[in-house]
């Protein structure tokens, strides 16, 4: 893998990590009103966790496989 492209995997992970925080926004606060029942709380907080592990992962991912293939 070249640079480049490492560069361009970390952007995009980072990019759906950034829409993951507005969507968490969005469901926190719909249409003007927060969200205040802790079982919508909890379910929306636990969607962006598993949002953000699969790009965090895929993050360590691509940088791994950088790493083993510019090994000197």
């Known amino acids: 893998m070249e640079k480049y492209k490492l560069s361009e995997l970390i952007f995009d992970a980072c990019d759906r990590i950034h829409e993951a925080t507005t969507d968490l926004y ?10 205040f029942k802790h079982e919508d709380i909890e379910l929306s907080i636990k ?3 598993e949002w953000i592990n699969f790009e965090i992962d895929a993050i360590r991912s691509a940088t791994s496989e950088y790493r083993d293939e510019h090994k000197d």
């Open 26 to 35: 969005e469901r926190l606060h719909p249409e003007g009103n927060p969200r």
């Open 47 to 49: 969607k962006f966790r």
